[in-house]
């Protein structure tokens, strides 16, 4: 429920409402900012998806392994290309490691309780 909460968050208060505008100023920084607005709302859909795919409880692993490509490379993009805008690149990082570290500790229970 709380790794859901972060990614609908994030993508409905953060992105497709404008919530912190800094998210809109980085996607601008990296795809161009003619398009930042647009594309940031785009991007905080796809977040409200996935978050309603950790919600939903199905294919956990795979789920698990889509969140980590998503945030390895939208951390990777921020810290290249936008990293003056990012509050603390270091801290960004931690701070997902702990999230993907509870997205995996979840996913492999949920696989593990369904095999035995």
Not at 31 to 39: I, Q
Not at 40 to 68: H, K, N, P, Y
């Amino acid at each position: 429920m709380i790794i859901s909460g972060v990614w609908i968050f994030h993508g409905l208060w953060s992105k497709v409402l404008g919530g912190i505008p800094r998210h809109e100023l980085i996607v601008g920084r990296i795809l161009g900012d003619e398009f930042a607005r647009p594309l940031t709302v785009l991007i905080g859909c796809g977040e409200i998806l996935l978050g309603l795919w950790v919600l939903s409880g199905r294919r956990a692993l795979a789920c698990a392994a889509f969140q980590t490509l998503s945030l390895v490379a939208m951390n990777a993009l921020e810290i290249r290309f936008a990293s003056e805008l990012l509050i603390s690149a270091p801290g960004m990082v931690a701070l997902n490691l702990l999230l993907l570290g509870t997205v995996w500790w979840l996913a492999l229970d949920k696989a593990c309780s369904r095999d035995a």
